[in-house]
Structure formats: structure tokens, C-alpha cells
């Protein structure tokens, strides 16, 4: 997870070391890791996003498959020494843009970013993802386009709208096919 973006994997120090663990195993299974989180409490939960590597819906049985796969490594290696929940799970249709390479993906789409730093005294941004120029992410909002350089991504994410509905609609049926 080296290509990884914003600070909200990196708040959890075992977590580099889970991805290290993890993601070799999803990679020789045809998916690919989007994000890694460990949601504290009584009952730690470490949830586990991936995708299909063919762009495809993730089902049910995927999420299984991979579940199984994942949980025998952790079983083996121990990262997390407590007792916890391990949960597999699809992006969705809003999902976390995690790799610089998201920006490409998903130019002409809406997301939200959110920054560690304001520029220009703004740390939010909400607009249209016009895709990657150098070490910065070109984006389109309501009154300027604006430069966010990757390194202050804390997090970012596509916004749920008609367009990318239709957009998940389409590659449905496209996979179905």
C-alpha cells in the first residue's frame, strides 16, 4: 500500500503491516485493496475494502472468498493480538479514493476532499476530478478550479449523485453480459 493517499489508514500503526500482510493474497486473487480501517472499541472491527481487479460488481461470495483467504494469514501472522471482527466489504458506489491513480479513474466525476492543511484558507473542496497534474489533483469546483496536491489528501470520495448511478448502472450491466 506504498501508492496510498491521505492519513486515515496511517492513524493505526499496525495498519502498513496488515496492508503488508493482506495484500499480496487479495492481489493473487484478482482484487485489489482500496483501504484498510480499524474501528476501535470493546469489539475492534478491521474492515477490509476491496475491488475485482475486472472492474465488476464485488458479490457476496467474493467478499467470502476473500474473507477466508485474509483470515487465515492474519490467523498465522497475529497482527492485532486481541480478539476482533474481521469484515470484507465492497467500495460502493461512493467510494474512498485511496491512490493517486483514483484520480485518474474516476476523472469527470464529483467527489469531496477533504485536506491535513487549508490552502488558500480552505480545507474542503467538493468538484469535478479533472484528473492528476504531477503530484497534484486537478479539481473543478463551483467558483475556480483548484490544484490539491496529493501529499494533503487526508480523505477523499465520489459523491452520490444521477451521474454516478447511471455510471454503477451501466458497468452492472456491462459485467453481466
Not at 489528501?153 to 450491466?173: C, G, Q, S
Amino acid at each position: 500500500m506504498t501508492d496510498r493517499i491521505g492519513t486515515a489508514e496511517g492513524s493505526d500503526p499496525r495498519l502498513p503491516r496488515i496492508a503488508e500482510l493482506v495484500e499480496p493474497t487479495v492481489e493473487a486473487m484478482g482484487y485489489g485493496l482500496v483501504r484498510i480501517v480499524i474501528n476501535p472499541g470493546r469489539a475492534p472491527r478491521l474492515q477490509v475494502m476491496v475491488e475485482r481487479k475486472d472492474e465488476s460488481p464485488l458479490s457476496l461470495e467474493d467478499c467470502a472468498e476473500v474473507s477466508r483467504a485474509i483470515s487465515a494469514v492474519l490467523d498465522v501472522e497475529d497482527p492485532i493480538p486481541s480478539s476482533y471482527t474481521l469484515e470484507v466489504s465492497s467500495p460502493g458506489i461512493d467510494r474512498p479514493l485511496t491512490r493517486a491513480a483514483d484520480f485518474e479513474r474516476f476523472a469527470g466525476y464529483e467527489a469531496q476532499v477533504e485536506l491535513t492543511d487549508p490552502i488558500e484558507g480552505q480545507r474542503r473542496f467538493k468538484g469535478r476530478i479533472l484528473g492528476l497534474q504531477g503530484d497534484a489533483v486537478r479539481m473543478a469546483g463551483l467558483e475556480r478550479e483548484a490544484l490539491l496536491p496529493l501529499r494533503l489528501i487526508r480523505r477523499a470520495k465520489l459523491v452520490l449523485n444521477d451521474e454516478l448511478l447511471a455510471a454503477e448502472a451501466m458497468r452492472a450491466r456491462r459485467a453481466k453480459e
